[in-house]
């Protein structure tokens, strides 16, 4: 059974490694077998959405099993570390990127949410399977400046 800051560690750890895991998901099974649900991505509700529900239902699961059986607390700290990824993708993603919510007009200053932003509009510049770049959500190459 972990204590209560390795499940903060592993929590944070496992959030910050969900960028390669999501970089992977969206790169190899968005823009592949599943691209009839990626490519339809510019309304409130979409065929995209699916994707964040699969995540956070792997999230809520995982912190539901370790929660109930403590020897397995990993599973939470696990859950908890996907959770926050998730609540990262959708302000960054879906609140600032895409500006889902369009009463919240947030203007960005911040140089780092500048390049995701752009990198992601690099992303969207082709509606094409596989002729697209910048797979990841929260992490943007500096060429993207």
């Known amino acids: 059974m972990l204590s209560i800051w390795q499940i903060i ?12 895991v999501a970089w992977l998901t969206h790169k190899y099974i968005m823009h ?14 979409e065929l995209n959405d699916i994707f964040a529900v699969v995540f956070s239902t792997q999230s809520m699961a995982l912190i539901i099993i370790g929660l109930t059986y403590p020897k397995w607390n990993i599973l939470l700290a696990l859950g908890i570390g996907i959770s926050i990824y998730g609540i990262m993708y959708a302000v960054f993603h879906d609140i600032l990127t895409h500006n889902r919510i369009p009463f919240l007009k947030i203007k960005i200053k911040n140089k780092y949410l500048k390049r995701i932003i752009k990198a992601h509009g690099v ?12 797979y990841g959500f929260l992490y943007a190459p500096k060429k993207y400046k």
């Open 123 to 134: 992303h969207h510049r082709s509606h094409k399977k596989n002729d697209s770049e910048a």
């Open 9 to 20: 560690l592993i929590s944070v750890l496992t959030a910050f490694c969900m960028e390669g």
């Open 32 to 45: 592949g077998f599943l691209w009839f649900l990626h490519k339809n991505h510019n309304h409130f509700f």
